[in-house]
């Protein structure tokens, strides 16, 4: 723990972000939410996408700090475009909720395509939502039938049933081409920097204080349409 706490305070971003995560979870010390939120924003200030997703959580919850919806846009608008899929998704939410304002469908649609195509079942799900209502879209059943069947085969069942609804209304002949993307589609491959933080070596544990280090440590979505 003190190896992990220097390395935060001489600032290490990943370092930030484990013991920013071990403030929020209550992991080997106490819990404490509002420490927890400025070790992350620390991370997320230096640019760790990670953590700029949980600060945008952070503030979409209220959760150590003042509830702020625009600071929460913000934080999963710079993870997203680091390429944090998970932030993809909940700022999609964002944007679809018009919590600013009006909702902009074809920036959610755009959000959730970019999450799908990554494999995260929630975005899947709501751009066939998007899909067959014609929302920020084009009005398309055939997309519509392969997101939904999609999100089905990783467990949601509400999509697998809204999938079967989807197919009653195609034709013989756009149902076999739905099948058909839906039989095709292979996830993207994520970017693992943006998207997970790697303890140096085996773990947090072993990390040896730096020489001189000051070990004191003073307090300074997934929803759905």
Not at 19 to 26: N, V
Not at 43 to 60: D, H, K, V
Not at 215 to 222: F, T
């Amino acid at each position: 723990m003190a190896g992990l706490q220097s390395l935060a305070i001489t600032g290490d971003p990943s370092a930030q972000y484990e013991l920013g995560q071990r403030y929020a979870e209550g992991r080997t010390i106490p819990r404490d939410p509002k420490l927890a939120a400025q070790w992350l924003e620390k991370a997320a200030n230096q640019g760790l996408a990670p953590a700029q997703y949980r600060m945008g959580s952070i503030y979409e919850k209220g959760i150590g700090v003042t509830r702020d919806l625009n600071l929460s846009k913000m934080w999963y608008q710079r993870a997203a475009d680091a390429g944090n899929t998970r932030a993809m998704h909940n700022l999609a939410v964002l944007i679809a909720e018009g919590t600013d304002g009006k909702p902009d469908y074809a920036s959610a649609a755009n959000w959730f395509k970019q999450a799908a195509e990554y494999g995260v079942r929630d975005s899947q799900f709501n751009l066939a939502i998007l899909y067959a209502r014609g929302l920020g879209v084009g009005q398309n059943l055939v997309q519509s039938y392969v997101w939904f069947t999609l999100a089905g085969k990783q467990g949601d069942e509400d999509a697998g049933k809204k999938a079967q609804d989807v197919a009653a209304r195609l034709d013989a002949k756009d149902l076999v081409t739905a099948k058909s993307l839906a039989d095709s589609f292979r996830a993207k491959t994520a970017n693992k920097t943006a998207n997970e933080v790697a303890a140096p070596g085996a773990n947090w544990e072993g990390v040896k204080p730096p020489i001189g280090a000051d070990l004191k440590v003073a307090p300074p979505k997934i929803s759905r349409l």
